[in-house]
């Protein structure tokens, strides 16, 4: 999918699409509940539509209903199916795969794309430990162990995914369970999603130190009605937007939100304002926008970009390629990212990466530069009605 683009004034009202992070956690909490819930709204992304795949395939009952999904709980210890489809969605696989290691069957977790790539140290290193099988092949991951009660050491410096899978897994057990995390913790602020998850679910984890968890067991997940807070992450590309001089609204945010993309409003002032070094540590789905923000505004200094090489693209590295053919130049080093200033319209089709957030912030320069984007159609791993709510703004966006 091609999308051209041409520069013009945006301007209205546009309703933050509801949060995949907490779309995520809020389904998997409701398919470990007994009984039957309704969690809304939804937004069907690609990644969504991973979680209900891998959690259909747990045993979860999963069925549409207006904006929502009903969701009928399962026993992932008992499920029928050995294989978990995950996608493209490294939330999906990081979240499901210790649910995979209750029953002490063997289960196999397939993906796509760059996927299966992605680092699963904590993982790997958590079922060497109690002689697990954990082992990659080139199209699949296949895991056999049974976890039991007890202390768990697990690094927080690669992805805190990795601590929320293992709350799911280890609140379905009966007994005291425990998480030291070893500094530093990355992307503290989906720990704290997490949490909050977990204790609307009724099996709240304690957290009386930073780098401690404890987890009660014997505890069940709570049915019920669930309602999904908008997305900070995709509502930034609209705060690029608005802040870089159109005339936009948006609304469905909370403000109170613990979501750490929430910060993208007071880092794009400081960008504005110019001169400005923000730390993408907590919120590295940020940074693709930002550095196309940080363009448009004569440059910035972005710190804590070590990890961006390992999503669905080489972050730092696409945009920087990408930015090349507005004019702008970036330096990447080992864990930071200096964009210069200089903004033209390209005059090379851009590629999208097979990346969301690349074709979003792409997007957002192209609103001012005109440009073509290859690969436009990567929206749908988050944002499917991306284009639309573009065009609703007054976007000259054409689709071929």
């Not at 509801?18 to 990644?47: F, N, Q, W, Y």
């Not at 290691?101 to 796509?112: H, P, V, W």
């Not at 997305?231 to 159109?246: I, R, T």
């Not at 789905?285 to 999503?311: I, N, Q, S």
Request: hydrophobic share 40%.
């Amino acid at each position: 999918m091609r999308a051209e683009i041409k520069p013009g004034a945006l301007r209205g009202v546009i309703s933050a699409p509801p949060s995949k992070s907490m779309a995520h956690r809020m389904l998997i909490c409701a398919a470990l509940a007994e009984g039957e819930s309704l969690v809304r709204p939804i937004e069907l992304s690609e990644d969504i539509l991973a979680t209900m795949d891998g959690l259909r395939a747990l045993g979860a009952g999963i069925e549409q209903d207006g904006d929502g999904l009903r969701v009928k709980g399962c026993r992932p210890a008992e499920a029928e199916s050995g294989v978990i489809p995950c996608r493209e969605s490294g939330s999906t696989l990081r979240f499901l795969l210790p649910l995979c290691l209750l029953g002490g069957r063997e289960m196999t977790l397939t993906g796509s794309g760059r996927l299966l790539d992605r680092p699963l140290d904590v993982y790997e290193t958590l079922c060497a430990e109690r002689g697990f099988l954990l082992e990659r092949t080139g199209e699949a991951i296949r895991v056999r162990g049974k976890l039991v009660p007890g202390e768990y050491t697990v690094r927080g410096d690669l992805s805190s995914q990795f601590l929320t899978g293992l709350l799911y897994a280890l609140s379905l057990l009966d007994g005291r369970s425990e998480i030291r995390i070893l500094p530093p913790i990355e992307s503290e602020p989906y720990l704290e999603m997490t949490l909050e998850a977990l204790a609307e679910a009724g099996v709240p984890a304690e957290r009386s130190e930073r780098e401690r968890l404890v987890i009660p067991g014997g505890r069940r997940f709570r049915t019920g009605e669930k309602t999904v807070e908008g997305d900070w992450s995709n509502a930034a590309f609209f705060e690029a937007l608005g802040q870089a001089g159109n005339d936009i609204r948006i609304t469905g945010l909370r403000e109170d939100s613990l979501q750490g993309d929430k910060v993208c409003r007071e880092y794009f002032r400081r960008i504005r304002e110019g001169g400005a070094c923000v730390d993408v540590t907590d919120c590295p789905d940020l940074a693709p926008v930002l550095m196309a923000f940080a363009a448009m505004c004569g440059g910035a200094r972005l710190e804590g970009t070590r990890r961006l090489r390992f999503k669905e693209s080489d972050r730092g590295q696409a945009m920087a390629e990408e930015l090349a053919k507005f004019g702008t130049p970036v330096t990447i080093g080992e864990n930071s990212i200096e964009v210069g200033g200089g903004l033209e319209a390209p005059a090379e089709i851009l590629q999208g990466h097979n990346d969301h957030r690349i074709v979003m912030s792409l997007a957002v320069l192209c609103s001012r530069t005109g440009g073509t984007i290859e690969d436009a159609g990567a929206v749908r791993k988050s944002f499917p009605g991306f284009w639309d709510a573009m065009r609703a703004l007054g976007a000259a966006v054409n689709i071929e």
